[in-house]
Every structure is written in C-alpha cells, then in structure tokens.
C-alpha cells in the first residue's frame, strides 16, 4: 500500500511573533521539568535516605518535541500516551496552562505530588493515558483509535475524530507488545494514530545499535504506516546548502551513534578537531565550520530535527492533512540543554547543585523565582498568557468526561439449565442478551484472541455481528455452505475480533474500558481468553487496571478440570492473580445461576465510581444445576462471596468449603458425613479476601464462619492452587487444610486429572478424616 507523500505547507505553520512566544515557553518547559526534579531531589527534605530521581535527560530530549505538541499541535480531541520518562515535561507544561498545581510540582514522586509516570488515577493534571510500564502507553494508541470507530461508527463521537498520539522511546521497540499492536492495527485498517519516537539513540544502559531507524521504517511501512524522519533543524539543513555543506551532511549520515554521543557530549572543540580530522581533504567544508566559534559550532551539529521548532511544526501540520497513521522517527539528543547532554551514562544522572545554578543563570531565572511560570522569559506574561488561551489544546473541557450508566434489562435472562457448565451458561446469557433491545446490550462491546467460538460467544457474535468500518461479507453463508457461524463484518457489529495475542485483548479492553472517559459515551466491554493465558497479558492486563478501565474478562475453560489439552493448559495460579490484582474482584461460580447472578449485579456494579472489572474464572465441565429459587438472599450472598449450601449444626465437626467446578466432589463428601460436616460454597476468593483485608471480624466470610462452632477445622477443594483458599482459616484461627494442584498437570481424562491432584471424591474424604483425627 503506497502511502501519500507529505507536503510541505505552502505559507509558514506559525507567524514569526508566536513562534517567539512558542520558543520562550519550550526553555520554560525545560527549566521547570529539570528544577522540579533538582527539587525533589536536592532541596526537599529526605526522610528515607534514598534517591528520588526523575530523568532529567530522558525528559530533556522531548522537551522540544512536547512543545510543538501541546502548545500549538494538539487539538482538544486529540489524547496523548506521553514517554514514561518524559513526565516532569508533561507535568510542566500542564502547570503553564493552569491544569497542574504548584504544590503536585513541590512534591514531584513524593506522596499526593505529580507521579514519576503520567497516571490516569494518581495525577491532578489530565492524563490521557497512563504510562509507567514501557511499550504499553503506545500500545493502547491503536486500540482507542478502533474505539473511536466504534463510536464514530454509531454516530456516538461527539466531536471530530482525534488523533492517537504516542511519544515513544526509541528503546521502548524493544517491547514485543509493540509489533503485536501494530499487526492488529493493520488488520483494522488503522487510522487518526500518531507515534512519535524520540531517537535521541540511547537506552537505560548505553547507545542503541546503528541505524536502528531503517528497521524502524521498514516495520511501520511493512504494517502499511507513513513514516516521516524529522532528522536536521533549519540550522544544518541551510549549512548543507553551503559550499561544503554536502560534505557535512554526508559525514553526519556516516557518523555512528557512540562518537554522536561523546561529541555532543564533548563540546564545540571536540566536534572541531574530529572533523578536521575526517574531512582534511575537504578544504571547503573546513572553511564552512571554522565561520562558527566552539559554541556555535556545539550548536550547529546538534541542531537535530527534534530540537526545532520549525522543523517539528511542518511535520506535523502535513501529516496533519489526513487520517494516515504516521511514524516520526525525531532525531534528537538525550539530555539536550543540559551539562550531560549525549554522555551515555546520563539516563539515571542528576545535575549537581552548581550544575543547575549555571543553567538557572543561562535561563536568566533569579533565584527565589525558580517556580515563576514566566521568570527568565523575554516576552511578557500578558503575551505569553495570551498564547496559551489560543492554543487549541487548551480549549479541551478543563473537567474530565463522564457518561451516564447504562439499566439492566428486567426481568434479568434466567437460564433454567439442568446439566450443563459454566462456560455454557455463559453462552446462553449472552445469547439471551443479544437477542433482547436492552440499552446494555446495545453497549456490550465482545473482543476475544481468535477464541470466540470455543469461548461460547458464537451466539452473541451470530446476532450482533463483527465490528468493521467497512462491510465484509460472510462467504460460506453467501455461497449457501453450512456453517454454524454467522461471521459477516459491519459498521454496526457489536463483537471486535483479535488475533492470538493476549496483551492486545487487555489493551482493546482497557481502551473500551476507558470509552465513557476519553471519548464521553459508555461502553460495556466484555473479553474472553482461556485461564491459563491470563499470565501472557499480565502486564497488559496491570496496566488496563492502574487506569480503571471496566470490563467484564471471562477466562475459560479452567483448572486441571481442562485435562485432556495437557499441563500446559491446566491453569493452576490464577486464582491468585485474581485475588492480587487491583482494580479487579475475582469469581468463579460452579453453577449457572449463580453465574447469571453475579453477572446482573455485576454489569450495574462496574460501571460506578467505586466499581471495578469483573474476572469470571469458569470451566467446560458439564455438571447437574440445582434447580433452585433465586431469592434475594441467596443473590446477595453469590454477589458477597459465600454461602452455605449445607448450614452447620450445633454438633458441626468441620465445613468442607469449595470453589468453582469441584462442587460435586465437594457436596458428596459434606453428604456422607450428615451433620458433621457443613458445606460452604465460595463464589468469589477475591472479594471475600479483599473485605477481609480492610475489615477483618466484620467481613461477610467472618459472619459466615461464626455459625460454625469455635474449633471446627476447615478443609477447603478448589480446580486452583490452593493458597487461593488456604487463608480462611486466618479469619477466626481455624485449622485449615487445602486441597488443589500445586504442580503441572499432564495429558488425561478428568477422573484422573482430578486423582492425579487430589481433587476426587476419595482424597477429598481422606483428608478430611485426617483433619477430624488430628
């Protein structure tokens, strides 16, 4: 696919007098992004002993870039994942504009201060996109692009579409998630995305390889991206049109990135004896730099794309014309405008005290006036105030976008399944749901890794459609071949397709998860995966939850119950991811109803301020239903956590307690020992362990186990590892002991699988023997 060439604009992308304004708020940005982490680091009381940090030359080498961006780029659609390692600029920039406040800059990475990384939750300022763990902040880019189709789609967009913006470390390419974000952009015919890597060529610990960039090129244009390199400012590019010039040029083009690196770092007379050297025969070219003194020639050679505005203002303002996704490749130099700028150890480096009094001199910034928003500028505040008003990004809202809930539909879809699983139920629900009118499930968003039918979404998808901006046909169904699938692509489907990659589901699901707050209209995102690869997005998955999106993960099949697929797919920790992570309550129902329960308290409760993300861990084991009333009661105590199937008695010895699947393994042995032995089902490990945690004896589990008498031990089964319920003896000090796989499983039926992990009937019954002897 040929992508359309940029054109330079005709008439000049800003007036000589706002460009002025532009570069007197760019030193700005500089000196309070560097004095805010000297601030933390040198001035502000040290109560631990340990170094704050903040990377100064990390974010000195956007400062240019960031402010091209946001003082005059931007418009109030547009939403930026800013370079983890760039946030004092982002900071100090929001701080000019009066988004961020002087006492969050005071206590930059200190607690209730601006955060070391752009956060959603954590900043006072308007953070688009969280960013911290490298890679991520890119690779929701494409995904909230896709979102904002989606909504376009439906005519929900309440504006322009906006451009995606990413300013991405050169290093952050390292991360695999990049490349699997950029197949499935491909595969969506992505558009309005921007990346802009800042190739200033060096990485935590020391200089990227050489020509990384045309790698760099060839993956984005392989991936159907424009790419734009914005490598020489003014400056260079007229010295190359100079007798000599092309001399110059060539010489720079051949230079590799370590000598780059110590002749920035080494000053104007390095730079000078080191092409006197390699351009000896090139007398015009000699003359051509000795018209420059040291400094000036510092200058002239680090002059670099990313460090002009100019140059950075065109690029932009073309690419600006359409909807293309476009790479820059921005040529620019780590640490620019500092002392340490190009040495390759500066990543973690810190000026010194006389360091940051030199440059607070060379910014003509008196001391006492290092917080001024305008001390040390040129221009008046009064003009500088009156740029910032126009700039278009500052006419986004100031307050962050919130959108309305969206009503269960009443009566909630009630199953009446005799014999069946979870995972089957769930199907069925869906079903249910795309076949009703209801204003949820007009805003149900399903997106699944190429698991859609073996995950039991082939209903919903067959009512609702795929989502795809432009119309797909269903071939097999046109050319009138069975198929059970009815796999047509629409504007108006309702289910988003993906490719086997987990992280790209968590980030598709935390950009639908975030659609009520970056785009102000609610969606209801629901992802589907197997359990056991819940760990190959984990990081993904984090990052989806530091930002509070909402969404419903379904993870299934489940357990060593999936016995036949192998050890490889027989989940056994992650219940105990479900339990960990923030932002997301954990549940794994072993019956229907109770499923259909937790989903209708489920699908209102995530969509409240205090909500979170729901993950359902259910399994492909068909089992008898209990056929039973939906009381309130009962629909309060599935939502709590636990209920008793069989209530203790005065006499109770012990509770068998069990999650999920192994319910009837579990409710045969509570049977054979008659009012000895309770039974206490546990429909969510993951909010009973959270209410414990913060509330202790006043915990729904802890009034659960007040009915069992004092001394009776607990002997707890679970298709998990056993920590996941190990803990509930700690409630009231009750010995516990726990049943469930704790080792890789292997290829079987699930009789075996289940003696193989002492899971059965029989080894259930055995250790409770041994628990009531002891």
């Given at each position: 696919m040929d992508m359309p060439e940029l054109v330079a604009p005709v008439k000049p992308v800003i007036s000589a007098a706002e460009l002025a304004c532009l570069a007197e708020l760019e030193k700005k940005v500089l000196w309070l992004a560097t004095w805010m982490i000297h601030n933390a680091n040198h001035l502000r009381e040290s109560r631990d002993g340990l170094k704050v940090g903040g990377h100064q030359a990390s974010s000195a080498s956007l400062a240019t870039v960031m402010s091209a961006l946001y003082f005059h780029a931007l418009r109030p659609q547009d939403r930026v994942a800013v370079k983890p390692h760039a946030s004092p600029i982002f900071h100090a920039i929001q701080y000019l504009y009066g988004r961020q406040n002087l006492d969050a800059l005071q206590r930059f990475r200190a607690l209730g201060g601006a955060q070391s990384y752009p956060s959603r939750t954590k900043d006072h300022d308007d953070v688009d996109f969280s960013t911290g763990s490298v890679g991520l902040g890119a690779g929701i880019t494409p995904f909230a692009s896709l979102v904002q189709d989606y909504l376009e789609s439906r005519g929900w967009l309440k504006s322009q579409p906006g451009r995606m913006v990413a300013l991405i470390g050169d290093a952050e390419l390292d991360e695999g998630n990049i490349y699997e974000a950029?197949?499935?952009?491909?595969?969506?015919?992505?558009?309005?995305?921007w990346w802009i890597v800042d190739y200033n060529r060096q990485s935590l610990d020391g200089i990227v390889h050489d020509r990384l960039f045309y790698l760099i090129q060839r993956m984005f244009r392989a991936n159907d991206w424009r790419v734009v390199t914005?490598?020489?400012?003014?400056?260079?590019?007229?010295?190359?049109?100079?007798?000599?010039?092309?001399?110059?040029?060539?010489?720079?083009?051949?230079?590799?990135?370590?000598?780059?690196?110590?002749?920035?770092?080494?000053?104007?007379?390095?730079?000078?004896?080191q092409l006197r050297e390699d351009l000896a025969g090139e007398a015009q070219t000699l003359a051509l730099i000795d018209?420059?003194?040291?400094?000036?020639?510092?200058?002239?050679?680090?002059?670099?794309?990313?460090?002009?505005?100019?140059?950075?203002?065109?690029?932009?303002?073309?690419?600006?014309?359409?909807?293309?996704?476009?790479?820059?490749?921005?040529?620019?130099?780590?640490?620019?405008?500092?002392?340490?700028?190009?040495?390759?150890?500066?990543?973690?480096?810190l000026l010194t005290p006389a360091q940051v009094a030199e440059l607070r001199s060379r910014h003509g910034v008196a001391e006492g006036e290092e917080w001024h928003k305008f001390a040390g500028c040129h221009r008046s505040a009064d003009e500088l105030e009156a740029f910032l008003a126009r700039a278009p990004f500052n006419q986004r809202p100031a307050a962050r976008q919130h959108a309305a809930s969206m009503a269960l539909p009443s009566p909630w879809p009630r199953l009446g399944i005799?014999?069946?699983?979870?995972?089957?139920?769930?199907?069925?629900?869906?079903?249910?749901?795309?076949?009703?009118?209801?204003d949820l499930a007009a805003r149900i968003v399903t997106t699944s890794p190429d698991v859609t039918v073996s995950t039991n979404l082939g209903g919903w998808v067959n009512q609702r459609g795929l989502f795809r901006r432009a119309r797909q046909r269903d071939v097999f169904r046109d050319r009138k071949l069975a198929s059970a699938q009815k796999w047509e692509m629409h504007p108006s489907g309702q289910h988003i397709e993906l490719g086997i990659a987990e992280n790209n589901l968590f980030l598709n699901l935390a950009a639908l998860g975030l659609s009520d707050r970056l785009f102000g209209e609610r969606l209801i995102p629901v992802g589907t995966l197997y359990d056991p690869f819940v760990a190959r997005g984990l990081d993904a998955l984090n990052y989806a939850c530091y930002q509070d999106a909402r969404f419903v993960l379904v993870a299934t099949p489940s357990g060593v119950t999936l016995a036949a697929e192998g050890g490889a797919h027989?989940?056994?920790?992650?219940?105990?991811?479900?339990?960990?992570?923030?932002?997301?309550?954990?549940?794994?129902?072993?019956?229907?109803?109770?499923?259909?329960?937790?989903?209708?308290?489920?699908?209102?409760?995530?969509?409240?301020?205090?909500?979170?993300?729901?993950?359902?861990?259910?399994?492909?084991?068909?089992?008898?239903?209990?056929?039973?009333?939906?009381?309130?009661?009962?629909?309060?105590?599935?939502?709590?956590?636990?209920?008793?199937?069989?209530a203790p008695t005065a006499g109770c010895r012990a509770a068998v307690v069990y999650c999920g699947v192994v319910a009837p393994e579990a409710l045969a042995v509570a049977s054979q020992y008659g009012d000895d032995v309770a039974l206490l089902a546990v429909t969510s490990p993951g909010r009973l362990y959270a209410e414990w945690h913060h509330q202790a004896h006043a915990c729904w589990l802890a009034q659960q186990l007040r009915q069992l008498p004092a001394g009776a031990p607990l002997l707890t089964v679970h298709d998990g590892h056993p920590a996941a319920l190990n803990w509930l003896g700690a409630v009231d000090g009750r010995r516990t002991r726990s049943q469930g796989p704790t080792r890789f499983g292997q290829s079987s039926d699930a009789i075996d699988a289940y003696q193989l992990h002492g899971l059965d009937a029989a080894a259930i019954a055995k250790a409770l023997d041994s628990l009531l002897t002891q």
């Amino acid at each position: 696919m040929d992508m359309p060439e940029l054109v330079a604009p005709v008439k000049p992308v800003i007036s000589a007098a706002e460009l002025a304004c532009l570069a007197e708020l760019e030193k700005k940005v500089l000196w309070l992004a560097t004095w805010m982490i000297h601030n933390a680091n040198h001035l502000r009381e040290s109560r631990d002993g340990l170094k704050v940090g903040g990377h100064q030359a990390s974010s000195a080498s956007l400062a240019t870039v960031m402010s091209a961006l946001y003082f005059h780029a931007l418009r109030p659609q547009d939403r930026v994942a800013v370079k983890p390692h760039a946030s004092p600029i982002f900071h100090a920039i929001q701080y000019l504009y009066g988004r961020q406040n002087l006492d969050a800059l005071q206590r930059f990475r200190a607690l209730g201060g601006a955060q070391s990384y752009p956060s959603r939750t954590k900043d006072h300022d308007d953070v688009d996109f969280s960013t911290g763990s490298v890679g991520l902040g890119a690779g929701i880019t494409p995904f909230a692009s896709l979102v904002q189709d989606y909504l376009e789609s439906r005519g929900w967009l309440k504006s322009q579409p906006g451009r995606m913006v990413a300013l991405i470390g050169d290093a952050e390419l390292d991360e695999g998630n990049i490349y699997e974000a950029l197949l499935e952009g491909w595969k969506h015919d992505l558009r309005n995305t921007w990346w802009i890597v800042d190739y200033n060529r060096q990485s935590l610990d020391g200089i990227v390889h050489d020509r990384l960039f045309y790698l760099i090129q060839r993956m984005f244009r392989a991936n159907d991206w424009r790419v734009v390199t914005v490598k020489y400012g003014k400056r260079l590019m007229a010295a190359f049109e100079q007798p000599g010039g092309k001399a110059l040029k060539r010489w720079i083009n051949q230079c590799d990135n370590a000598v780059y690196s110590a002749l920035t770092f080494g000053g104007g007379a390095a730079w000078r004896k080191q092409l006197r050297e390699d351009l000896a025969g090139e007398a015009q070219t000699l003359a051509l730099i000795d018209r420059y003194t040291d400094e000036e020639l510092g200058q002239l050679m680090t002059n670099l794309g990313g460090h002009d505005l100019e140059t950075l203002l065109e690029a932009f303002a073309a690419a600006s014309a359409d909807d293309v996704p476009t790479c820059f490749i921005v040529y620019t130099i780590k640490g620019h405008g500092l002392p340490f700028a190009g040495h390759k150890d500066n990543h973690a480096g810190l000026l010194t005290p006389a360091q940051v009094a030199e440059l607070r001199s060379r910014h003509g910034v008196a001391e006492g006036e290092e917080w001024h928003k305008f001390a040390g500028c040129h221009r008046s505040a009064d003009e500088l105030e009156a740029f910032l008003a126009r700039a278009p990004f500052n006419q986004r809202p100031a307050a962050r976008q919130h959108a309305a809930s969206m009503a269960l539909p009443s009566p909630w879809p009630r199953l009446g399944i005799a014999h069946g699983s979870t995972q089957e139920a769930f199907g069925k629900l869906m079903n249910e749901l795309a076949r009703g009118d209801s204003d949820l499930a007009a805003r149900i968003v399903t997106t699944s890794p190429d698991v859609t039918v073996s995950t039991n979404l082939g209903g919903w998808v067959n009512q609702r459609g795929l989502f795809r901006r432009a119309r797909q046909r269903d071939v097999f169904r046109d050319r009138k071949l069975a198929s059970a699938q009815k796999w047509e692509m629409h504007p108006s489907g309702q289910h988003i397709e993906l490719g086997i990659a987990e992280n790209n589901l968590f980030l598709n699901l935390a950009a639908l998860g975030l659609s009520d707050r970056l785009f102000g209209e609610r969606l209801i995102p629901v992802g589907t995966l197997y359990d056991p690869f819940v760990a190959r997005g984990l990081d993904a998955l984090n990052y989806a939850c530091y930002q509070d999106a909402r969404f419903v993960l379904v993870a299934t099949p489940s357990g060593v119950t999936l016995a036949a697929e192998g050890g490889a797919h027989q989940s056994i920790s992650s219940p105990l991811i479900g339990i960990g992570q923030p932002g997301l309550v954990y549940y794994e129902p072993a019956y229907a109803d109770e499923l259909a329960m937790i989903l209708e308290r489920g699908f209102g409760w995530m969509q409240q301020p205090e909500g979170e993300s729901l993950y359902l861990r259910l399994s492909t084991r068909s089992i008898e239903q209990p056929g039973r009333d939906i009381t309130p009661e009962l629909a309060e105590a599935v939502w709590r956590g636990a209920y008793w199937v069989k209530a203790p008695t005065a006499g109770c010895r012990a509770a068998v307690v069990y999650c999920g699947v192994v319910a009837p393994e579990a409710l045969a042995v509570a049977s054979q020992y008659g009012d000895d032995v309770a039974l206490l089902a546990v429909t969510s490990p993951g909010r009973l362990y959270a209410e414990w945690h913060h509330q202790a004896h006043a915990c729904w589990l802890a009034q659960q186990l007040r009915q069992l008498p004092a001394g009776a031990p607990l002997l707890t089964v679970h298709d998990g590892h056993p920590a996941a319920l190990n803990w509930l003896g700690a409630v009231d000090g009750r010995r516990t002991r726990s049943q469930g796989p704790t080792r890789f499983g292997q290829s079987s039926d699930a009789i075996d699988a289940y003696q193989l992990h002492g899971l059965d009937a029989a080894a259930i019954a055995k250790a409770l023997d041994s628990l009531l002897t002891q």
